[in-house]
Nanobody, 119 residues
């Protein structure tokens, strides 16, 4: 399974960006998908997650500004980021929990996409 992200870039404070992530390869079933981020000198943190049924979870710092969505048929997730702040600057990575036909779980990560919020 391979995850490919797109949509990062440089944006002004209070601007918006939309990240996309699509899983490809031999896929049996994908459970939770999520966006993580890691800023320089900081630990990686969970930004938002979404289940196949659409249940979402957000870190407090992005609630009301970010929206995660999912297209199960395409094995894709999206992160709409509004009202961006300089502290949102980080490498954003996509995550997927893949389940095989035998019930095994495997974690997969994308290569990451840089988001920089700066004037």
């Amino acid at each position: 399974v391979k995850l490919v992200e797109s949509g990062g870039g440089l944006v002004l404070p209070r601007g918006s960006l939309r990240l996309s992530c699509t899983a490809s390869g031999t896929i049996f079933s994908i459970s939770t998908m999520a966006w993580y981020r890691q800023a320089p000198g900081k630990q990686r943190e969970l930004v938002a997650s979404i289940t196949p049924g659409g249940q979402t979870h957000y870190v407090d710092s992005v609630k009301g500004r970010f929206t995660i969505s999912r297209e199960n048929v395409n094995h894709s997730i999206y992160l709409q980021m509004n009202s961006l702040k300089p502290e949102d600057t980080a490498v954003y990575s996509c995550y997927a929990d893949h389940r095989t036909a035998w019930g095994e779980h495997f974690d997969y990560w994308g290569q990451g996409t840089q988001v920089t919020v700066s004037s």
